[in-house]
């Protein structure tokens, strides 16, 4: 009856609700970042999307030139992929396709990464899956080690690799700011302000959704909308924002907490 999502409902899941009959209510409840993370053994590396892109594409221009024909890709070490990072093997950390933490980094990370080449851009005019497929396709050689769900986990590995990156939330970068530190990337370091500015350029908003169907059906529901939509919970004080929730500018958060009184109906 309940849901949350690390990324937006999408426009096939939404339809089959609505074939099913079943109506929705959103909420958006704050933000979060995905961080590329190093151990704090090591110097903190500065990223670009398309550097993350080169480094993990499963396909990539030739050359790294736009327009060039696409290629496995060849970049073993950072150096490959860009003279200004380090001459260590390309070895990132990161969730499994099931994770919407993976769903988050490809959209924006990586498929960032891939239209700074604007012969790619181009594709999805014409191409839709095939502009998805290279531009969110990882690379399956070794590159990217899928590490599970547990970013705990993760953190544990980056301590004993130092050599390694790992993608994960950014509460989790906060709670073990003693042992790693977030890439900065597009010039910009994974900060709880930058990414509440919404400056910081791998960030995502963190939703939940409600069945309509069961509000007055199933006791409780609306009450737990509204102890949930409330400052209490998602405000700058609330108790969310201890556990690594970056809350939402005040304007929109007006908007949701109004909304957490009325369930309005989603529509896409």
Known sequence: ??????????????????????????????????????????????????????????????????????????????KDVNPALPNVAIRVLGPPPTSGTRDAFNELAMEGGCKTFESLKAVKKVDKKRYKGVCRGIREDGAWVEAGENDNLIVQKLEADPNALGVFGFSFLDQNGDKVQGSIVDGVTPTFEN?????????????????????????????????FMNRKAIGKRGYLVGKGLIPLPPAEMRDFISAGKSLPDLTM
């Open 1 to 78: 009856d309940i849901t949350n999502a690390s990324r937006r409902i999408k426009k096939s899941e939404y339809d089959r609700c609505t074939r099913n009959g079943i109506k929705i209510a959103e909420f958006k409840i704050g933000y979060d970042g995905i961080v590329v993370a190093n151990s704090k053994k090591k110097k903190r590396i500065e990223l670009s999307r398309r550097d993350i892109f080169l480094a993990l594409a499963k396909l990539v221009p030739e050359g790294h030139k736009d327009g060039a024909r696409l290629v496995p890709n060849p970049n073993r070490t950072w």
């Open 195 to 227: 990414i509440s500015a919404q400056k910081y350029p791998v960030s995502r908003s963190l939703f939940f959704y409600v069945k309509k169907n069961h509000v007055g059906q199933i006791p409780g529901i609306q009450e737990y909308v509204r102890a």
